[in-house]
């Protein structure tokens, strides 16, 4: 039985949601710089106390080795303090437990080398949880399960994953918090090096067959047995830690490589598993979809100018969007550019060359995040025009990430995916020319030559072959993925007996996180997988909404109190509360518009303006502008257009003095909007905010 779903596309605006699968992007870091600053304004520390962290209440009880499936050992959970910063909700030793489990090295010897795996469990609001726990396995390979998921599920999207189940995050082998961390310096400082030069393949080969020379060599003589580190293992692992835990059965979902290692997880040991979640789908039988990364590439570029062509809106803004882009890459490519990005963790600038075969490398890597896709149009009408702010704050957030661990995404990829040459790749006929020959280059590389130099074992051809299975497998794709197409769905179930398909309009690679309607549907295959999940909603979601000038989209304001600050008010609807009094609109992954109220009891207002000259980067603080009257307050009114990560914004500041210490109001906007906000966001809010009696 299969069951495919596809929504209908509708021109209406979307409501925002977070992505799961990976990054910060020019709005989160500007959210994030503001809460550094007002944290260090108000000298308030979120932090748990050194004397409270890792007290766990713990209640696992101590597994049976009933299973049929027997690992060889008896797996320990041993509690530990979190080794993440939680979000706000999650409260260590209440609702979130760490811990580590020890597993061998290599399953087929359990008296040999151990190693260690970080795990948060997500407790039940129910006590005792009512069902069976949720697994979730992250992508990559190499991403951090705890960094990925844990604020998704202390959000409004995630929160009812974990209503009456447990939900466990397993940091798999070799990543950010297990130990070992597989992670390549070597190839990241390569790579600031050698953005700034135009090589060729075979000019790179020299410098890359060193670094990755290195950082093999580095490992190996570290202890580490590369060839430990792929999908069996993995698996194992995550059976070793259910065990620790203490659960009998489980549920799984698991995002792009995720579902690779659920996938493996179904067919070693089927009796344990009730349900799947399988979201960006990577089939085990690769050749349909490795083979033919030009052509996915090349799809999901002409899906996102067709749309855009089809759309009177982004037509009319952006006229010929397929012919600017190749035309831009054409110019690219004939004369390169220089623009600068910015290390958003030490401040430290680096120079990156703009090619055209690197621009398609860039959409193409751009088109993987739902959140950047309204503002693709943008983003190439302004390098078509020369202007490169927008893209060098994306690449920023982007290029600096060091939490991946690149060392084991890479003895994954040549344990039991790369084994095939150039030469196996699929007949480009009909595709764009230039995507073919940058993909293809590009998968030579990262593929093909790095495992000539990254000595691990292949894994049997087995591992390659279909998972045939009756476990109930919920497969979900988003449209504009650029790797893993809708198609690969179709391919990973063609052996499941009770597959449940659905495509997601508007959507990148990965589609947990994007919406209540994904949610919705998840968490109703989880509470009954015997059956479809309702998915008519699928056919309400907008699809790509373009954000192109002149939109006008109606703000309601809506009243709120905040305890810990002692205001009430009002604040936009629809807009999320990511700290107490820190609102943000969030309509693109490039969103600037925030909104932010503080207060620190027994201040002057002064108190604000050091932090504030900083954020800004201001010499001195300018001359209020105007006086404000407010219900509570008369407010000293400042305007400032200043850049925030590299991008241009309008920042309003209210500041006043009230009985009990000193307030502030800041909204931050793109300068376009900012006339609009102030009269229909700014002082509104500054009219009605009161303290609390």
Not at 414 to 437: H, K, M, N
Not at 471 to 491: K, N, Q
């Amino acid at each position: 039985m299969k069951i495919h779903a596809r929504g209908e596309v509708r021109n209406i605006n979307p409501k925002s949601g977070v992505s799961l699968m990976r990054a910060s992007f020019p709005g989160l870091l500007v959210i994030l710089l503001l809460m550094g600053i007002l944290s260090a304004c108000t000298g308030g520390d979120t932090s748990t106390p050194e004397e409270t962290r890792g007290e766990t209440n713990r209640e696992f009880t101590t597994p049976t080795p009933t299973l049929e499936e027997t690992l060889g050992f008896q797996p320990i959970f041993e509690s530990t303090p979190c080794p993440i910063d939680l979000p706000p909700g999650a409260v260590e030793g209440e609702n979130v437990v760490c811990g580590t489990v020890e597993v061998p090295e290599k399953h087929a010897y359990p008296e040999g080398k151990m190693i260690r795996l970080a795990v948060a469990i997500v407790k039940s609001e129910v006590q005792p949880a009512a069902l069976e726990p949720l697994f979730m396995l992250a992508g990559g390979p190499g991403s951090s399960a705890l960094t990925v998921f844990t604020p998704l599920l202390f959000s409004p999207l995630g929160a009812g994953f974990h209503a009456d189940r447990d939900v466990v995050l397993v940091e798999q082998r070799g990543t950010l918090y297990s130990t070992p961390f597989l992670y390549c310096e070597e190839n990241f400082e390569l790579s600031l090096e050698l953005m700034a030069q135009n090589l060729d393949a075979e000019e790179r080969k020299p410098f890359l067959h060193e670094a990755l020379s290195a950082c093999y060599e580095r490992l190996t003589n570290e202890g580490v047995d590369l060839s430990a580190y792929n999908s069996l293992e993995n698996a194992a692992d995550i059976v070793a830690v259910m065990r620790a835990l203490g659960y009998e059965n489980f549920n799984i979902y698991g995002g792009s490589y995720g579902t690779i290692l659920a996938q493996h997880i179904m067919r070693e040991y089927p009796k344990i598993v009730r349900s799947v979640i399988l979201d960006a789908v990577a089939p085990l039988r690769h050749d349909p979809n490795l083979l033919y990364k030009a052509h996915s590439a090349d799809r999901a570029l002409r899906l996102f100018f067709s749309q855009c062509a089809e759309d009177p809106d982004c037509n009319s803004a952006y006229a010929d969007m397929e012919k600017v882009f190749f035309e831009t890459v054409d110019v690219l490519n004939e004369s390169p550019t220089t623009l600068e990005v910015t290390n958003p963790y030490t401040g430290e600038a680096y120079p990156l060359l703009l090619t055209g075969d690197k621009l398609i490398q860039i959409m193409r890597d751009y088109l993987y995040y739902t959140q950047l896709l309204p503002s693709l149009p943008e983003l190439i009408n302004d390098i078509a025009a020369g202007e490169y702010g927008l893209l060098s704050a994306i690449q920023s957030s982007l290029i600096f990430r060091m939490e991946i661990a690149d060392g084991m995404y890479k003895s994954v990829i040549c344990s039991e995916l790369v084994d095939f040459t150039a030469q196996d790749f699929a007949d480009p006929e009909g595709l764009y020319p230039p995507v073919v020959r940058v993909m293809q280059g590009l998968l030579g590389e990262i593929w093909i030559f790095t495992c000539e130099v990254w000595d691990v074992e292949m894994l049997d051809e087995s591992v390659k072959t279909s998972v045939q299975s009756d476990i109930p497998t919920l497969l979900l794709a988003g449209e504009f993925d650029p790797t893993v197409p809708p198609s690969m769905a179709d391919v990973a179930s063609e052996a499941m007996s009770k597959a449940y398909i659905y495509t997601f309009p508007g959507v990148g690679h990965g589609v947990l996180g994007t919406s209540e309607c994904v949610t919705s549907i998840m968490l109703e295959f989880l509470a009954d997988s015997s059956r479809a999940p309702d998915a008519s909603c699928i056919q309400n979601l907008p699809g790509l909404v373009f954000d192109v000038p002149g939109q006008v989209v109606e703000i309601t304001l809506e009243p709120f109190t905040q305890e810990s600050l002692g205001i009430r008010g009002l604040s936009p609807a629809g807009w999320t509360e990511v700290q107490p009094g820190l609102f943000a609109r969030g309509a693109s992954a490039i969103d600037q518009t925030t909104l932010i109220y503080d207060v620190v009891p027994g201040e002057k207002p002064s108190v604000f303006i050091p932090g504030f000259q900083s954020l800004f980067g201001l010499e001195s603080f300018p001359e209020s502008s105007d006086i404000y009257e407010g219900a509570a307050f008369i407010w000293d009114l400042y305007s400032l257009e200043v850049e925030l990560s590299g991008i241009p914004v309008h920042s309003f500041m209210a500041l006043a003095e009230g009985e009990t210490g000193a307030y502030v109001v800041l909204l931050i906007s793109s300068p376009e909007e900012a006339d609009s906000l102030y009269e229909s966001v700014f002082l509104p809010v500054l009219q009605a905010l009161v303290p609390v009696e």
